[in-house]
């Protein structure tokens, strides 16, 4: 089973040398790994200070990086998609080259660089898949598709495509555009589809962990808890939270930094409380510009000290569970962070509608609680427990024989 590390942060706090820090370190440990950049700023080439490209470039032995681009995203995986909108632009009366330019839309370049994950996972040729993540608000925005992406599938796709295979020549005629054919349709499903596949990768708490990369300062450490939340609100699992740059105990009663390693050092018990169980660990402030193989080393062993393997599994916990109580079910979800007044709360039949503060996840209950009633939600300790009614399920299963 390919194992999947992703790493995230705050912008500017060090997450592309801990990734590429533990790529190097993981291909020494003898795993075949790869390490890819989903940050639409790529810098993964400049930590190793070599070239990367769109597709998987050999760094050392048993270690590649890639740095995908817009354009081989495009033709790999959404071509009959673009082609379509590039109709639809030329049929308005843009040129061709504008058109083609226009197909680019937001969010398609993440997008398809979270893809490769799945691809790299199903072509079992490495061991160790390291995410070099966009900064914790894109990392979110797009690990959240694959929920919508399932509505959409599942909801407006076989509409728009009974719609387009009985109407499509007079509706183009009424509206005066080109309705997408069935072709279309179909490899917007198998791009969906991809996507659900991610989503399954990266929430198995078997082969896949994130991890959190933070600055011992207040806004770094208030990103990194509502983010941890958002993982386990989309039922991510987060096994290590990595304090990076540190400064070392020697700058104490230096002037120029002694202050400022004073607020780290009281900041650093508050992380380790906030964050446990899931374990946190600090990487130092070196005297030099970590970039190159060498120097990425040098990060990997004081990570993982005396031989670790960045590949383990720091910390397994289970972001929700279902257990039983005194006749009723509980249905139990980790938000820790979260306060009360964040959470929202919206059932329909076997969904749950679950919304921390601007991110929404719908949660499909298990087959157990389809047709028990809710009937009660509590918020402590960081955990949501939605309690639903055993006997009255029981009840109505009954009836139905």
């Not at 899931?278 to 130092?284: D, E, I, K, L």
């Not at 990570?303 to 972001?319: C, E, H, K, S, W």
């Not at 509590?378 to 006997?391: I, K, S």
Request: with cysteine.
């Amino acid at each position: 089973m390919t194992r999947i590390l992703l790493y995230t942060g705050k912008g500017g706090v060090g997450k592309t040398s801990i990734a590429a820090a533990s790529a190097l370190l993981s291909a020494r440990r003898g795993h075949r790994t790869i390490v890819l950049s989903t940050d639409i700023a790529h810098s993964l080439a400049d930590a190793f200070d070599m070239k990367l490209g769109p597709e998987p470039t050999k760094i050392a032995e048993n270690l590649w990086g890639q740095e995908p681009d817009v354009y081989f995203n495009i033709g790999r995986y959404w071509r009959t998609i673009q082609t379509y909108m590039a109709d639809l632009f030329s049929w308005r009366g843009l040129d061709e080259v504008l058109a083609e330019e226009m197909t680019v839309l937001p969010g398609m370049d993440e997008l398809g660089n979270l893809l490769w994950i799945a691809d790299h996972v199903e072509s079992r040729q490495y061991d160790v898949v390291v995410v070099d993540a966009a900064p914790t608000g894109e990392t979110l925005r797009l690990l959240s598709l694959p929920e919508a992406s399932r509505w959409w599938i599942e909801r407006i796709a076989p509409i728009g495509r009974r719609v387009s295979r009985i109407g499509r020549p007079m509706l183009e005629r009424m509206i005066g555009v080109p309705m997408p054919r069935d072709e279309v349709f179909a490899a917007a499903e198998r791009l969906l589809n991809r996507l659900d596949k991610v989503h399954h990768l990266l929430a198995d708490p078997e082969q896949s962990s994130v991890r959190i990369v933070l600055a011992l300062e207040k806004l770094s450490i208030v990103e990194a808890q509502r983010s941890f939340t958002y993982f386990h609100l989309f039922g991510y699992p987060s096994d290590l939270v990595i304090c990076n740059r540190v400064l070392p105990a020697d700058l104490a009663g230096d002037g120029s930094f002694g202050g400022l390693r004073a607020v780290q050092q009281r900041h650093k018990p508050v992380v380790e409380a906030q964050f446990a169980p899931v374990p946190v660990r600090s990487v130092p402030l070196f005297d030099r510009e970590m970039i190159g193989p060498d120097n990425l080393v040098t990060i990997g062993e004081a990570l993982f000290p005396d031989g670790g393997d960045p590949t383990d599994f720091y910390y397994r916990g289970r972001p929700y569970k279902v257990t039983t109580v005194d006749g009723r079910f509980v249905l139990e979800v980790a938000l820790p962070f979260a306060s009360k007044d964040e959470v929202q709360l919206t059932r329909n039949s076997d969904e749950i509608l679950l919304q921390v503060g601007g991110w929404r996840r719908t949660l499909m209950l298990p087959r157990v609680l389809v047709e028990a009633p809710t009937v009660g939600a509590t918020m402590a300790d960081g955990v949501l427990r939605l309690e639903f009614d055993a006997r009255a399920r029981d009840a109505r299963q009954g009836a139905k024989r």
